[in-house]
């Protein structure tokens, strides 16, 4: 019960026109359709402005904004808006393709109301404009902030309500290379630079991956969030599978374990395959090699596995593997 509605508007009639946001909600919505794997993933909705010069409205906007809001008790959803962003004295509008100098589009302030106001189990509302970072700010307060380029804005979200902007409320968001900047490393992270061992994707772990792109003279990506249980956004590819996870306990007895290794973990006869499996201890050192490659063991100075089980050393968990060993051990992987 996942949904997602992606925006995407490069074309305005009485506004200039954009370059990087129709391909923006495009990728996305790729992306979020399936996991790495294959797997379903997100019911995807996409509406952009290939279709015209009022393919996307105000009251377009709003009416697919009422549709992905209904009904959707025990539901994730997930929002996109890649276009035009602008300053009004009630606060920041999402610009649609029919703007006037008076009627720019949709409220910030309606779209979070929305969300705060659903029973959704969760809502994800991820926007690539300028003043972005607006949405979620206490309304009232967003004139001030422009005028007086004040940054510590308030927020008010329910629970499991997640905002991630492109910008502060005060920044313009740019294009670069036929994406948004902000997009453009969103989809780097969704696609697997984000993930964690496992390969979730959650919007924590997406913003430390975007935020840390952009450098102190650029736009300031923002994260604003009331989370008890993260969302998985995409499962992208894992470091490790989660079998070898399980096995962590039957390895190393204790967290703290030393296992010693001997010549014989490496033995005669390599490479090993189906039809020459190996020793028991060769077949462990191997795992070995694996655990070691995704940082979950290590050996004193970090030396090679060859050499410490040619000198009988030992291998034991890292701080990582030693986390990921109390999840084994409680039979949560």
């Known amino acids: 019960m996942k949904r997602a509605i992606l925006v995407g508007i490069d074309e305005y009639p009485t506004v200039g026109s954009l370059t990087g946001c129709v391909a923006d909600a495009t990728a996305l919505a ?19 402005s290939e279709g015209g010069p009022s393919a996307v409205t105000r009251d377009g906007l709003r009416r697919v904004l009422t549709r992905l809001f209904a009904n959707a008790r025990d539901t994730d959803l997930l929002f996109f808006f890649a276009g ?19 009627s720019l589009g949709v409220s910030m302030n309606d779209l ?8 959704a189990r969760s809502v994800t509302l991820i926007l690539d404009c300028c003043f972005s970072g607006d949405l979620g700010n206490t309304p009232g ?5 422009v005028a007086e380029n004040f940054r510590l804005n308030k927020s008010l979200l329910r629970e499991n309500v997640t905002v991630m902007a492109a910008s502060r409320s005060t920044e ?20 697997g630079g984000a993930g964690d061992h496992l390969g979730n994707v959650t919007a924590l772990s997406l913003y430390g991956h975007v935020s840390a792109a952009f450098d102190a003279w650029q736009q300031r990506p923002v994260l604003k969030t009331h989370l008890t249980e993260p969302v ?5 590819p894992p470091w490790v599978d989660r079998d070898l996870l399980r096995r962590l306990p039957d390895h190393f007895p204790a ?18 395959s189906p039809d020459n499996p190996g020793t028991a201890k060769q077949q462990q050192f191997d ?20 050499w410490v089980a040619m000198e009988s050393g030992d291998v034991y968990l890292t701080s990582l593997g030693r986390y990921f060993w109390g999840l084994a051990k409680r039979g949560v992987l």
Do not use: K
Not at 141 to 145: D, E, G, R, V
Not at 172 to 191: K, N, W, Y
């Open 141 to 145: 307060q967003q004139s001030a902030a």
């Open 84 to 102: 035009h962003g602008a300053q009004t004295p009630w606060g920041a509008d999402l610009v649609t393709q029919d703007a006037t100098e008076n």
């Open 112 to 119: 979070i109301t929305l969300a705060n106001d659903s029973p």
């Open 172 to 191: 313009f968001s740019q294009e670069v290379a036929g994406h948004g900047a902000f997009t453009r490393i969103l989809l780097d992270g969704l696609t």
């Open 287 to 306: 795992y070995l090699g694996r655990l070691r490659n995704a940082n979950l063991v290590t050996t004193d100075n970090r030396r090679d596995h060859y």
């Open 232 to 236: 998985i956004l995409r499962f992208g």
């Open 30 to 48: 790729e992306l979020l359709s399936r996991h790495a794997n294959g797997d379903r993933n997100w019911d995807t909705q996409l509406l952009t």
């Open 255 to 272: 967290v703290d374990s030393r296992l010693q290794l001997s010549p014989e973990h490496e033995g005669e006869g390599r490479p090993l």
